[in-house]
């Protein structure tokens, strides 16, 4: 269940310098042009390296949802889409550690060139459990793309093969990332304030 949480930022006020949410001060970490222009790179990449291949995108929701379409809408070549739900998170600012399966994918992998679309890369527990069960589904290739990586957080063997941007170890919302289930609707990524590193 999750906690109540009050945000105090006007609709107007989507590109705010920063939001308060619960009393705590989050400021503007990556705008919304930033954030573009790195998807729409990360986009051409794979229009390149892929092509030819019809890759099957799998999006990893609920994080990455916003990313995934922009990033599939940025690529130029056909590709087909399908989605997993896994949860290591439970209303926390830490990974729990704990990963469970919501939703399995329902597309075959068997022969596929497979990207992994994730939102943010953190302990690593939830990618590298996912990516595991992939394997035994028989991909042609797998490649795995995350928007954000921490820096120093990685607790997991995982290789990730795109990443937007690498940012500090603290908690950050916005572009489909929540806190509670607050702020995926914001259009930029912003950064708590106020806590160490
Ligand atoms: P990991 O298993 O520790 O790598 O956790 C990955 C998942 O935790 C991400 O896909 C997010 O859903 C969530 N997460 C990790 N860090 C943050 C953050 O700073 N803000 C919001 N969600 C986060
Ligand atoms: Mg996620």
Redesign the pocket.
């Known amino acids: 269940m999750s906690a109540r949480v009050a945000i105090s930022f006007q609709e107007s006020a989507v590109a705010a310098q920063s939001i308060k949410i619960s009393g705590v001060r989050f400021s503007l970490f990556l705008s919304e042009a930033t954030i573009q222009t790195r998807v729409a790179e990360i986009g051409q990449h794979l229009s390149r390296t892929h092509a030819g291949l019809k890759p099957l995108i799998i999006g990893?929701l609920?994080?990455?949802f916003i990313f995934v379409a922009d990033l599939m809408r940025s690529i130029t070549i056909p590709c087909e889409i399908d989605f997993c739900k896994l949860s290591?998170?439970r209303a926390q600012?830490v990974?729990s550690g704990t990963?469970q399966a919501d939703l399995l994918i329902a597309s075959s992998l068997a022969g596929r060139h497979v990207i992994v679309v994730?939102?943010?890369?953190?302990?690593?527990?939830?990618?590298h459990f996912m990516l595991q069960s992939m394997q035994t589904l028989n991909p042609e290739s797998m490649t795995v793309v995350a928007l954000l990586h921490?820096k120093g957080?990685l607790?997991a063997d995982v290789q990730i093969d795109h990443v937007g941007f690498t940012i500090p170890n603290?908690?950050?919302?916005g572009y489909g990332?929540?806190?509670h289930q607050c702020c995926r609707n914001l259009r930029a990524i912003y950064m708590l304030d106020d806590e160490e590193p």
């Open positions: 990893v609920n994080g990455s290591s998170y600012r990974s990963v994730d939102d943010i890369i953190d302990s690593g527990l939830t990618l921490k957080a607790k603290r908690f950050v919302v990332l929540d806190w």
